[in-house]
């Protein structure tokens, strides 16, 4: 059955604008809590876990590793739904989500289970082609209960909860592992596991699309439209924002664990264990509550933005989101302080607010009638860009420049040659009894020979130039567009 949402009416408020939105779009945006919730749980910590040398229980794999893992995990959960929202809007959008559930459930077991790099990389890529089957058929399911005149509020109301879920998946985490490692894994399948129960919560929604043809149909539809200039142009200068964004989840909670020192926070707040963790150089604020920064301020801020900017032109609004995203990554691991890594974040969640919403709600207003869930397969295409070489690029980039156990081997090496037969997950503790200091005077030793924040400005560089190209954009994509788009 169609789903007709009428338009908001002129002068509606924004309380009023909310409250007409249909039922399904609110079980939707739960279902799409209950997921992130499951998946923030384990991504915010999962980079500790595969690379991070003194981690116990971790794997102990490389910063390149890690960096490999997370290309093909970003070429999967984000390449697939080129293809699979297309699919969503062929063969329905229950459908597709109630089978997206049953690899990601399987994708976390294998998580739990495997330690070595093959079978563990197996069990993260199962994880991200769920998560690609996923979205489209929830996304695709939401664009059927919103128009032009309410999107910029219904996406921003979207973005603030699936926020909830993602501030709610570090405290699960910061519990879980204390518990052990398997059990993120475990706990996460057994949460995403809720919306199988979701499903029965609204009526089906009608995708739309042409309820005919076979698999080469979808896929030459999928194809041909990417080659429309505007839409490749708008694909190509969003894979540089996705670059730089990703490296918030994917290196800074390492570079946190690494360098930053937040025991002042620490100790002037006088904040409980379960934000804390204990390391070498003191109490710190665990990096999964530093990263949540990003998330807190979205759910308290994100709907009130995405009211304010609701009349701005919405690239105007994403090339104003990524200078400012770009600029807060730079502050974020510009000093050791924790403070600055704070306001850091802050400063990239407003730029994430004026950007990543509207970049689905831009894509959602310029898609034909019936291909609504293929184009939010489209918004996928420059996150595989931007995050698959952007992971590459990061594992290169922090094991030359970043990586504290390597940076300490490498001191070891050019005084003296110290680090012959040293192990990565030892450099550290060489380091300190070679030189009688302890771990927080040898970290600011390293920080001061080899100027480790240096690695964060190819990245912010990147995103300066993507919000320069999308001003460009602007202009040309102009003739191509309504006024309100």
Same mark, same amino acid.
């Given at each position: ?11 509606? @408020? ?28 384990? &991504? ?6 595969? /690379? ?42 229950? !459908? ?102 979701? *499903?029965? @919560? ?110 701005? &032109? !919405? ?23 924790? *403070? ?43 996150? /595989? ?32 040659? *110290? ?13 300190? !009894? ?39 954009? /602007? ?6 567009? /309504?006024?309100?788009?």
């Amino acid at each position: 059955m169609s789903t007709t949402v009428a338009a908001t009416a002129p002068g509606e @408020t924004m309380g009023e604008t909310l409250r007409r939105l249909p039922r399904a779009f609110w079980m939707l945006n739960v279902m799409e809590m209950i997921e992130r919730l499951a998946y923030y749980g384990v &991504r915010v910590v999962i980079p500790i876990y595969i /690379a991070q040398a003194d981690e116990v229980h971790g794997l102990h794999f490389s910063q390149s590793q890690k960096g490999a893992i997370f290309m093909m995990w970003a070429l999967v959960q984000a390449g697939v739904p080129i293809l699979s929202g297309g699919f969503a809007d062929r063969y329905g959008y229950k !459908r597709t989500i109630a089978v997206s559930i049953a690899i990601k459930v399987a994708g976390y077991l294998l998580m739990a289970t495997q330690r070595e790099f093959w079978p563990f990389t197996i069990g993260c890529l199962v994880l991200a082609l769920g998560t690609a089957i996923f979205k489209p058929g929830i996304q695709g399911s939401m664009l059927q209960q919103l128009d032009k005149g309410n999107s910029s509020i219904g996406w921003g109301a979207f973005y603030m909860l699936v926020n909830v879920g993602g501030f709610l998946g570090p405290p699960l985490a910061h519990f879980l592992y204390g518990v052990s490692w398997p059990a993120v894994f475990y706990g996460c399948a057994a949460i995403v596991s809720l919306n199988f129960l979701m *499903l029965f @919560t609204y009526p089906s929604v009608a995708a739309g699309g042409v309820q005919s043809g076979g698999v080469l149909r979808v896929a030459k539809t999928t194809f041909r439209n990417l080659a429309q200039p505007r839409l490749a142009a708008f694909i190509l200068i969003m894979s540089g924002f996705w670059l730089m964004f990703m490296q918030l989840f994917d290196m800074l909670p390492n570079f946190i664990v690494d360098w930053v020192d937040s025991s002042a926070i620490v100790s002037t707040l006088r904040l409980p264990a379960m934000f804390t963790n204990e390391t070498p150089r003191g109490t710190m604020i665990a990096q999964e509550w530093m990263i949540n920064a990003n998330s807190f301020l979205i759910i308290l801020c994100v709907v009130w933005i995405s009211h304010l900017v609701a009349r701005m &032109r !919405r690239v105007h609004s994403i090339m104003v989101g990524i200078a400012v995203a770009s600029l807060g990554l730079m502050l974020s691991g510009f000093t050791m302080s924790g *403070l600055a890594c704070i306001v850091g974040i802050l400063f990239f969640s407003v730029g994430e607010m004026l950007a990543s919403p509207k970049m689905n709600d831009y894509l959602g207003v310029i898609a034909p009638e019936g291909q609504k869930a293929l184009y939010m397969g489209y918004a996928n295409v420059p996150i /595989a860009i931007g995050w698959a070489y952007g992971s590459f690029l990061g594992g290169q980039i922090y094991d030359a420049m970043g990586d504290k156990a390597n940076l300490a081997l490498r001191y070891l090496k050019e005084h003296g040659g *110290l680090d012959i037969g040293v192990d990565r997950t030892a450099a550290m503790d060489t380091l300190q !009894r070679a030189l009688h200091l302890d771990a927080g005077a040898a970290t600011r030793l390293l920080w001061t020979t080899y100027d480790p924040w240096r690695l964060w400005i190819p990245f912010a560089m990147i995103g300066i130039a993507s919000s320069i190209a999308i001003a460009v954009y /602007a202009r040309w994509a102009r003739r191509y567009e /309504a006024p309100d788009v």
